[in-house]
């Protein structure tokens, strides 16, 4: 099982970025999947979830409105849609599925909202 991100960057506060998680090894359909942030000196916290048809989604309320999670389960990928980026939004980016019990997370990827 793995998942891989990539899409982070440098953006100036009000702007947008999409970031993209790639997963392999498990029948991805099949999986809740979710994002995740942990900013500077601070804990990880959930950010968004996507059930397994993409119909259900839910945000933390310091995204909602801001952020869309999306999914393509034919290309085994799950998005993070980020618009209106403000600098507290600065935090490396990780995706998450639990399987079989178990959590697995990407090796995330770095937002950096400054400008």
């Known amino acids: 099982v793995q998942l891989v991100e990539s899409g982070g960057g440098l953006v100036q506060p009000g702007g947008s970025l999409r970031l993209s998680c790639a997963a392999s090894?498990?029948?991805?359909?099949?999986?809740?999947m979710s994002w995740h942030r942990q900013p500077p000196g601070k804990e990880r916290e959930l950010v968004a979830t996507?059930?397994?048809?993409?119909?259900?989604?839910n945000y933390s309320d310091s995204v909602k409105g801001r952020f869309t999670i999306s999914r393509d389960n034919a290309e085994n990928t799950v998005y993070l849609q980020m618009n209106s980026l403000k600098p507290e939004d600065t935090a490396v980016y990780y995706c998450?599925?639990?399987?079989?019990?178990?959590?697995?997370w990407g090796q995330g990827t770095l937002v950096t909202v400054s400008s």
């Open positions: 998450k599925v639990v399987y079989r019990f178990v959590a697995v």
């Open positions: 090894g498990f029948t991805f359909s099949s999986y809740y």
């Open positions: 996507i059930s397994r048809s993409g119909g259900s989604t």
